[in-house]
């Protein structure tokens, strides 16, 4: 039986940035891996997950949760160091 870390681990992302999707999509951790996977093979996908990050931060300001949002700016750094096209808008 595959487990939730084993889907996270063929995703490509970090346990972090999946919980971040899952966040944003009101989804499992699983479902968020599966898109995750997903965009990753998509035209323009990472800058969606990039997008998703930065909405998340945002909701997190507005929440008054800026613990919350620090955690989400390391993810982004994260994010951003690994797919560097994205940072660079390529």
């Known amino acids: 039986m595959i487990s939730k870390e084993d889907c996270i681990a063929l995703c490509g992302l970090t346990a972090e940035e999946v919980d ?3 966040e944003h999509e009101h989804v499992g951790e ?3 891996a599966a898109l995750a996977d997903y965009l990753l093979h998509k035209d323009h996908g990472a800058d969606r997950i990039r997008a ?3 909405d998340d931060i945002r909701a997190a300001l507005r ?3 800026p ?3 620090g955690e989400l ?5 994260h994010f951003l160091a690994e797919h560097p096209d994205v940072a ?3």
């Open 20 to 22: 971040a999707i899952a």
């Open 67 to 69: 613990g919350h949002a």
């Open 63 to 65: 929440d008054g949760r």
């Open 88 to 90: 660079t808008g390529a």
């Open 30 to 32: 699983v479902a968020a």
């Open 73 to 77: 700016v390391q993810v982004l750094r």
């Open 52 to 54: 998703m990050i930065v």
